[in-house]
């Protein structure tokens, strides 16, 4: 079993900076691909960002790509998400996922583990 807990969001104004922590527990950290989704008010849950569980491998939506940046310490057991040069219709609830999908080309919206997400509202 594997918890996540996300931190890190709150209100930003539009073109700041906002870093979002998922801490996991659990042994198993490492064999993990992890992900960052968003579901904004109204709207299907999106994929955002994903890392292998060396932290060799990534993968952006094309949306976020040069802005955002996900990451992970494996020592600390907590996947980041860096977001930069944020805009308001990045408004949304951002989840941490945790999957044993074989590569971040295979991830999808179903993932082992969910964590309960952390609100982010961009003001313009």
């Known amino acids: 079993q594997v918890q996540l807990v996300e931190s890190g969001g709150g209100l930003v104004q539009a073109g700041g900076s906002l870093r979002l922590s998922c801490a996991a527990s659990g042994r198993t950290f490492s064999s993990y691909t992890m992900a960052w989704f968003r579901q904004a008010p109204g709207k299907e849950r999106e994929f955002v960002a994903a890392?292998?569980?060396?932290?060799?491998?990534?993968r952006h939506v094309d949306s976020v790509k040069g802005r955002f940046t996900i990451s992970r310490d494996n020592a600390k057991s907590t996947v980041y998400l860096q977001m930069n040069r944020v805009k308001p219709e990045e408004t949304a609830v951002y989840f941490c996922?945790?999957?044993?999908?074989?590569?971040?080309?295979?991830?999808?919206?179903?993932?082992?583990?969910w964590g309960q997400g952390t609100q982010v509202t961009v003001s313009s």
């Open positions: 890392i292998s569980g060396s932290g060799s491998m990534t």
């Open positions: 996922a945790a999957g044993t999908w074989v590569g971040v080309g295979t991830v999808t919206s179903k993932p082992n583990y």
